[in-house]
């Protein structure tokens, strides 16, 4: 007999978000999982996401699933200018809310001049975000529930050994690495900071700085001393928006007000650093990585590609319906094949730790504090790409 907990979920946005949560979430093992609702404004796309997972409701307005006391997760999966929001209503209507990243962003204030990413000052918008991560905060701090932040970098299982290590070893952490690099993004919202919130920065810095803001959260479990962000200085640029379409065929960008390549380096309160990368500009598939240098050790963890199989093809042929890469137009030549990408990036150990979170109530490792100090300093880089300054936080 199954004594497991049955954990109900709502989740809104079905795009491609949800497809990896509806995958992590036929693989928990802890808890019995029960999606009661899919919810998008494009009913056509709810219903076929629901046809495919057996979810037993599609519904248009997102407000069914906060009006139903049977749902225990919000699962937000939309774009992120609507994260906000549905994280505030969603704590109010005592639901515990998975929030996928960027947490959130500045997407534009009635009066801004268009487009926003060429008109609005970095400082304003710096302020902006702050703000509302204060607000945000406040919401959680008069709640009982829990914000989980979908950051799969975090629990990827090259990430979650090396803080294992770490904390076994007491390491003192000299220098972080961190780096998502790819061709560009087949969306339409991408190049609009209206869209996304930023450019390569947001959109794939994100990623490695979340896997870098936990390892440096682990580190503080064992450290003497408090090490907090002591400062960012970054460097953002806008190479394709100068290349003809022609010479960019091999590529996915089309920039319109944001950045496809973005450097920042990261300094702690300790003198520690850490530097992480992100470019629309690289081909040869995706690119993510964290480097760690500690005084006592050093680990490369790769989450794509990994050298688990090398595959060596003479033609694509029959490969149509297997996923083989990320990001690469031919499988032919000598490749590095995606095996468990699912567990190898992180999405599978996500989706189980936020649901024992719920069962156990306990917070989830990657939590609200992950993604609130992501964020600022994403929006403190803006900052200083623009003023050319150092910005301390």
């Known amino acids: 007999m199954n004594n497991k907990k049955t954990v109900v979920v709502g989740i809104v946005g079905a795009g491609y978000g949800s497809t990896l949560h509806c995958e992590a979430y036929k693989k928990v093992s802890g808890a019995n999982i029960r999606i009661k609702y899919i919810s998008d404004i494009d009913e056509e796309l709810a219903t076929a996401k629901a046809r495919t997972y057996n979810i037993e409701n599609i519904t248009t307005n997102y407000k069914d699933i906060l009006n139903d ?32 990243k960027p947490l959130i962003g500045y997407f534009g204030e009635s009066g801004d001049k268009v487009p926003i990413g060429l008109n609005v000052s ?3 918008m710096y302020n902006s975000v702050l703000k509302s991560l204060d607000k945000i905060k406040t919401e959680l701090e008069n709640s009982e529930k829990f914000l989980m932040y979908a950051e799969n970098f975090v629990y990827a299982p ?25 061709k560009g993004s087949s969306s339409s919202l991408a190049g609009q900071w209206s869209g996304t919130g930023g450019g390569s920065l947001i959109r794939l810095g994100c990623h490695p700085l979340g896997g870098i803001v936990y390892l440096k959260k682990v580190e503080n479990s064992y ?5 907090e962000v002591e400062s960012v200085i970054a460097d953002v640029g806008s190479i394709t928006k100068n290349i003809s379409e022609k010479e960019l065929k091999y590529h996915t960008v089309n920039i319109e007000d944001v950045e496809d390549f973005s450097n920042i380096t990261i300094t702690y ?15 040869g598939g995706t690119k993510n990585y964290v480097e ?57 150990g996500e989706l189980e730790d936020f649901v024992m979170s719920v069962v156990d109530n306990r917070e989830p490792i990657s939590n609200f504090d992950i993604a609130y100090d992501t964020i600022r ?17």
């Open 69 to 100: 006391k049977e749902v225990d997760i919000l699962d937000i999966c939309t774009p992120p200018m609507l994260h906000e929001e549905m994280i505030i209503e969603g704590l109010r209507a005592n639901k515990h809310v998975i929030c996928e």
């Open 122 to 124: 970095k400082e304003h």
């Open 158 to 182: 090259n990430i979650l050994k090396a803080a294992e290590i770490m904390k076994s070893k007491k390491t003192r952490l000299l220098f972080l690495k961190g780096e998502e690099s790819l």
């Open 223 to 227: 450290s003497e001393d408090r090490i």
């Open 269 to 283: 309160s300790n003198g520690s650093k850490a530097i992480i990368i992100a470019s629309d500009t690289v081909l």
């Open 292 to 348: 760690i240098y500690g005084n006592n050790l050093a680990m490369n963890c790769n989450l794509t590609p990994i050298d688990a199989l090398n595959c060596y093809m003479l033609d694509d042929d029959g490969m149509e319906g297997i996923k083989f890469s990320e990001m690469l137009p031919t499988a032919v030549g000598w490749n590095k094949a995606f095996i468990a990408d699912e567990i190898m990036r992180g999405y599978t």
């Open 377 to 393: 300093i994403i929006y403190a880089a803006y900052f200083s790409a623009e003023s050319g300054k150092r910005i301390y936080l």
